[in-house]
């Protein structure tokens, strides 16, 4: 059924955090196709109001950085003022400054990786249950914190306490709020490009499914973890891998 029939998201607000492009793009795109309202966030406003006006009016935008306290703060005195109330929070914002072997990551930066990537999605979503978040909580994690992820292992480690994080909070806030996370395999996005560009065919044929994934395979899964739809499922993690974790070892 076409995503603008099921109006799964209708007289709900949504907040996606780093959704000026990319899979929070494709998120808060699926969340209005489906009659709900989003606050989307981003570091850069022309970035957001170029989003803006493609999400159309069911959409509002605050610029600034995930892991500024000050941010979150007018974030949701915005949603109170405009919306006056929050169903659903997805915690999309991640970074990865560094690549490279484990044993040479700077320090600061992996200091940061678990700033941006961990804690502050626990502030969030502190927040969020502040400001009366009512029903369900996405977090953004990766396949790089389910397995070995050479280049990126500290955004992987960072990842795997995200996952980690899921299952801690939705322990925590059952029954109210269900909190579960999705974990993608490579995308084609801007933040993942240096994984695949230039070597498209060569890195889409690790995949059963022989492509590389788009930011509305991600967004389709996250929806359904939003809505009533997964209304008996939370702490989980939903591999989002075009079947790379079904390859035979032999």
Do not use: C
Request: glycine letters at 10%; aromatic letters at 6%; zero cysteines.
């Amino acid at each position: 059924m076409p995503a603008a029939s099921r109006q799964r998201f209708e007289g709900t607000v949504s907040l996606v955090t780093g959704a000026s492009r990319g899979i929070g793009f494709a998120i808060a795109r699926r969340i209005v196709d489906e009659g709900g309202s989003v606050v989307i966030t981003g570091r850069k406003q022309d970035s957001l109001d170029a989003a803006l006006a493609e999400l159309g009016p069911a959409a509002s935008a605050v610029a600034g950085r995930a892991d500024d306290a000050d941010h979150r703060a007018v974030v949701f005195a915005h949603i109170a003022e405009r919306r006056g109330r929050l169903d659903h929070l997805v915690n999309n914002t991640g970074i990865n400054p560094v690549y490279g072997p484990l044993i040479g990551v700077d320090a600061d930066a992996a200091r940061k990786i678990m700033e941006v990537n961990v804690v502050a999605t626990l502030e969030w979503t502190r927040a969020a249950v502040a400001a009366g978040l009512g029903r369900s909580v996405v977090n953004i994690a990766s396949v790089a914190g389910l397995g070995a992820s050479p280049g990126i292992a500290f955004y992987g480690i960072s990842k795997a306490a995200l996952i980690n994080l899921t299952v801690q909070l939705a322990y925590e806030l059952a029954p109210g709020i269900r909190v579960n996370a999705v974990a993608p395999a490579v995308i084609k996005t801007a933040f993942a490009r240096a994984l695949y560009e230039g070597h498209e065919a060569e890195a889409s044929a690790a995949y059963p499914l022989a492509r590389l994934g788009e930011t509305t395979d991600v967004a389709g899964p996250v929806a359904f973890l939003l809505s009533d739809d997964a209304a008996w499922i939370t702490g989980q993690t939903l591999p989002i891998d075009g079947g790379a974790g079904i390859r035979p070892f032999l």
